[in-house]
């Protein structure tokens, strides 16, 4: 049952649309990523620990992501399998390293100086409208939610104290705190994939979901 549960997860109608658009989601997510460390006003909760991490070890963020999301794996196949899928997998690999490489591209390019605040602000803007629209259609295209996503939602599941969202807060206060203790800068990004994340996946759905059916 287990082996059909899985199975099923990896096979959706029109799965090839599925599956070009789950690339394009997750290279654009992993450029901006990139992006936003170099202009320094935050990342997103996930990236902002899984820097911290990478910061305080030496090991790089692309195998910091891939270890931390590891872990939270476990939990989700032992209660869940119904979340996993190819873009499950895609996600823990796929957006550290993609972020790596462009960290190393993006600092062959960066002044001695460093970018003025007008390129900065440039920079964040563009990038984070391409990520909000990135992650949206990542999860419109329904192939699995990556491990950090699914504990909150495995949590909100088994509780009937906490709303789901008052679940995914605490949970993103939680791993932002300690990316903060961490070193990890805090910042704008940070507040924005907070707050704005839920409202573009609500606006994007609404007017892609039919592509995919």
């Not at 869940?80 to 823990?92: C, F, K, P, Q, Y």
């Not at 699995?144 to 906490?162: F, M």
Request: aromatic share 12%; glycine share 8%.
């Amino acid at each position: 049952m287990k082996l059909e549960t899985i199975a099923a997860n990896f096979v959706r109608p029109r799965m090839g649309r599925r599956l070009a658009v789950l690339t394009v989601s997750i290279i654009v997510i992993g450029i901006c990523v990139a992006v936003f460390k170099t202009v320094g006003f935050g990342t997103d909760p996930c990236s902002t620990f899984t820097l911290g991490v990478s910061a305080r070890t030496g090991v790089s963020f692309g195998t910091c992501q891939l270890v931390f999301n590891l872990l939270m794996f476990l939990p989700v196949i032992r209660f869940d399998l119904s979340r996993i899928g190819v873009g499950t997998v895609a996600n823990m690999v796929g957006v550290g390293y993609v972020a790596d490489f462009c960290m190393w591209i993006i600092g062959l390019y960066t002044p001695s100086e460093g970018f003025s605040m007008t390129a900065r602000i440039l920079m964040f803007a563009v990038s984070m409208t391409a990520f909000l629209v990135a992650a949206a259609f990542y999860m419109v295209v329904d192939l699995g939610v990556a491990p950090y996503d699914a504990i909150p939602q495995l949590i909100s599941a088994h509780t009937n104290r906490l709303s789901a969202r008052a679940v995914r807060m605490l949970w993103d206060v939680s791993i932002l705190s300690l990316g903060f203790l961490l070193g990890s800068t805090v910042g704008l990004t940070t507040l924005i994939t907070g707050f704005c994340l839920g409202p573009a996946i609500a606006f994007v759905s609404e007017r892609v979901k039919s592509w995919f059916e």
